[in-house]
């Protein structure tokens, strides 16, 4: 009744190609994103930022960039961890190599840096597909563990193999307080997925999908197959190898190459096919689903117990979690195997009907 | 079925997100003092993380048994992370929120994330046996606590014991010396003081690293067989230990020429090997299994007698419980001292138990006072030494039990300090710390 854009009527191929064509769509997230600058950093207290939201948004953009190469691309990665780790030891090794290096420029150095490894492990998926590339860029997962690990130029000689960066300043802006690193991520993020929902978008973004859906046609429509695929391992490292930095600098601060192992990779492809491959609304609710829901269960399940009398050990408590977990898992994909960017989709379709179904 | 499992999903996203709010906001009741209890329960470690955390809860439920500190009442709660660094930084700030006044991450990994924000939220960090090593050096970290002994005081005496056996220091030229290490900033925290003492005495060091979780072993053990050094340091955690000695006892290598760092000279390291690890010798954080001291006695009795026990009772007094029962004994003496200066009977806050830690002094009398008679030796801290002592036994595994060495060992102070101040004044550098002068400090 009120989702509706009758009346609404667009006059100009701006207002028709527009990231939003729904009036109420546009204000809601505008609402959003209002609320999310100003009304969260009112409301929401140091644990709240440091322990859900901050780990959050770094993840949403990791999984924005993860989602650009696989969702969209149709190119399967299992590396997403490693370009991460790029982009942190990257950024680390501008930030104290250069004298005066600005914690902006590092962090788009480090992209960069992540970028042009994304290009070389990219290679391979010009000759191979599927699985057969989720196994090559596998590889590129193990040597960059094995690479930060053992090269100690790396961690800058840190005789435990642990790095850690302080001081973050932003153009004199000191990032220290949670509601400051918060803003900072958040910031990022608007500015990162503006810029991928355009891409999506634009000429290169169709280029990605028309490889994506059959690279055979693809290419007889004029499509660069090596093009296509290299700028889509590009970007999509970009995006991780900048999220990967932040994730080193803002969230963590200190950190060792375990913080990226292949648990990671596996958690960002998880993401972006629980939330939705190819939709970038997706890899938001994909990052929520997985960095939420196990804090959420862990904290949730003793209140529970408590509820009824039963005080439940910290080792159940983690065991339940991990099956919970398993197994709303499964149950999305079964309800869902689009993702929950589908359901969401669905969700909307009825709304507009409501209350008149056909 | 679509629309239901959205409003499913949708109702159950506020419910977590209110409960997350609430949950904070709830616990701020004031006559108790919080500790904080950071576990593994679960995963790769449980097994040494369980006994640790089973011997720290109880010695808590003793200290409310015997009426508290001064009267203040202990409360406290689990947080389980798994051994992982994120998330124990969850736990960290969860737990934060309601009063914490003192951390014992039990991970090197937490610690090394954790160091950077407890002088931001003015957080005492005790990390007894693990830990920075040059947080030792506490002109420079304020807030980190690694009493009892740090890697380098452990690879330190390591060597020295080595170097004993074989007929002094000097007898160590030319010998080849293994260090089979966990692939952390735990398993890699020795190297630098091996490699100094390597140079002093003209050993050759050979540095095996094991990838996490450490139950692949051939090529390590591989490579041990082929060059055959005359001594393994095992420096592992967890599961990894069973399986470096089930590889040794395949690969032929003499246990009695391994020596393990504390934290695998515990029953769940070798107890699945039983016989085959016979002859394994382990450091001791001073206290060995100690099924006879008082404190445990003080445990079965008043704490397991009432039902109330933290897991089984048998384990009570192994090498790994007691550590757990030492640490929470450290938190709360802390804890004691503070009050002393700030008002017994009062709940202390976090810069209060920092003081209290810094300026902690067990001697013997107090020690054995407390049924810790045979099991530790004096702690005296101070502002320069946040470790406060440096005693370590050898521990031998007979095949059914741990026995504890006769001789006692110390550090090299000398050559420790050294590079202490080293290692403290480059992170002070970096992260543009002054250190404190000595006046700062009695404040």
């Not at chain 1, 140091?46 to 650009?68: D, Q, T």
């Not at chain 2, 700030?342 to 209290?356: A, D």
Request: charged residues 15%; aromatic residues 12%.
């Amino acid at each position: 009744m009120i989702y509706r854009e009758n009346g609404q009527f667009k006059t100009s191929y701006g207002a028709d190609q527009q990231i939003f064509p729904i009036a109420q769509d546009r204000w809601a997230v505008l609402a959003i994103i209002a609320f999310a600058f100003i009304g969260v950093p009112l409301l929401a207290d140091e644990y709240m930022f440091r322990a859900i939201l901050i780990p959050f948004l770094i993840l949403s953009l990791a999984a924005l960039g993860v989602n650009l190469l696989v969702g969209y691309c149709g190119q399967i990665t299992l590396g997403a961890g490693a370009f991460m780790a790029i982009g942190a030891y990257a950024a680390y090794n501008f930030l104290i190599r250069i004298d005066g290096m600005p914690l902006l420029g590092a962090l788009i150095l480090g992209g960069l840096t992540s970028a042009a490894m994304g290009i070389l492990f990219g290679i391979p998926s010009l000759r191979v597909r599927g699985l057969y590339l989720a196994v090559a860029t596998l590889a590129a997962q193990f040597f960059w563990d094995w690479a930060f690990l053992r090269i100690k130029w790396f961690t800058n000689d840190s005789s435990s193999g642990s790095v850690s960066v302080s001081n973050l300043d932003f153009f004199g802006w000191t990032i220290d307080a949670p509601a400051e690193k918060y803003l900072f991520c958040l910031g990022m993020l608007v500015v990162f997925g503006l810029l991928a929902k355009n891409m999506t978008r634009a000429s290169i973004g169709r280029q990605w999908m028309a490889i994506r859906d059959m690279d055979v046609a693809a290419e007889v429509i004029g499509i660069r197959p090596m093009w296509a695929k290299l700028s889509a391992f590009a970007v999509s490292s970009f995006f991780v190898g900048v999220a990967g930095a932040m994730w080193g600098f803002v969230h963590l601060g200190s950190w060792e190459p375990a913080a990226f192992s292949v648990d990671r990779s596996f958690q960002l492809l998880f993401m972006v096919i629980i939330g939705g491959l190819g939709s970038i609304v997706g890899s938001f609710f994909g990052a929520a689903f997985i960095v939420i829901l196990p804090i959420f269960l862990n904290q949730m399940l003793p209140a529970l117990g408590g509820l009824f009398g039963v005080s439940i050990s910290t080792a159940a408590v983690s065991h339940a979690e991990l099956i919970i977990f398993g197994v709303l898992i499964v149950f999305f994909l079964i309800v869902e195997p689009h993702g929950l960017a589908r359901l969401w989709a669905t969700s909307k379709e009825k709304l507009r009907l409501w209350p008149f179904p056909h | 079925m679509k629309i239901r499992s959205l409003a499913l999903a949708v109702s159950m996203a506020t419910i977590g997100l209110t409960s997350a709010v609430t949950s904070t906001a709830a616990f701020a009741q004031a006559k108790e003092q919080f500790f904080p209890v950071l576990v593994y329960r679960t995963g790769a470690y449980a097994a040494n993380g369980n006994p640790w955390a089973n011997g720290y809860v109880d010695y808590l439920k003793l200290v409310n048994a015997q009426g508290g500190i001064n009267g203040v009442k202990l409360s406290f709660e689990e947080c389980e992370f798994g051994y992982a660094t994120d998330r124990g930084v969850e736990c960290y700030e969860r737990l934060k929120g309601k009063g914490a006044t003192v951390f014992q991450p039990l991970s090197t990994g937490v610690t090394f994330a954790l160091t950077d924000k407890a002088p931001v939220d003015k957080i005492p960090l005790i990390t007894a046996g693990y830990g920075r090593s040059e947080s030792q050096d506490g002109s420079v970290f304020m807030w980190n606590f690694p009493l009892l002994g740090t890697y380098w005081v452990a690879a330190d005496v390591a060597i020295q014991h080595i170097g004993k056996q074989a007929g002094g220091l000097d007898k160590l030229k030319g010998k080849k010396i293994a260090l089979v290490y966990h692939d952390s900033p735990f398993g890699k925290e020795p190297i630098p003081m091996l490699q100094e003492r390597a140079k002093m005495h003209g050993f050759e060091l050979m540095l095996l690293p094991v990838a996490h979780p450490g139950v692949e072993q051939k090529a390590t053990w591989l490579q041990i067989r082929q060059n055959r050094p005359d001594n393994v340091l095992l420096w592992g955690w967890g599961v990894m230990n069973s399986t470096a000695l089930k590889e040794a006892q395949a690969t032929g290598y003499p246990r009695e020429k391994m020596l393990g760092v504390w934290w695998a000279g515990a029953e769940p390291d070798v107890k699945d090997v039983a016989a085959g690890a016979k002859g394994y010798n382990a450091l001791a954080l001073q206290h060995s299994a100690e099924p006879k001291s008082k404190v445990v006695a003080d445990v079965l009795a008043q704490v397991h007698g009432k039902g109330q026990g933290t897991g089984p009772k048998e384990e009570v007094g192994q090498v790994l419980y007691m550590r757990g029962l030492i640490s929470a004994m450290l938190a709360v003496e802390g804890v004691r001292k503070a009050q002393e200066r700030y008002g017994k009977g009062k709940v202390m806050t976090g810069e209060q138990v920092r003081w209290g830690l810094e300026n902690m002094n067990l001697d013997q009398k107090t020690l054995d006072a407390m049924g810790f008679a045979g099991v530790m030796r004096p702690v005296q801290t101070s502002c320069l030494d946040h470790m406060g002592a440096s005693w370590v036994r050898i521990q031998t595994w007979d095949g059914s039990k741990w026995v504890p060495g006769n001789d006692w060992y110390q550090a090299d102070e000398k050559l420790l300090r050294g590079m202490v101040l080293n290692a403290s004044r480059k992170y002070a550098e970096e992260k543009k710390i002054t250190p404190r002068t000595p006046e700062q400090c009695k404040q």
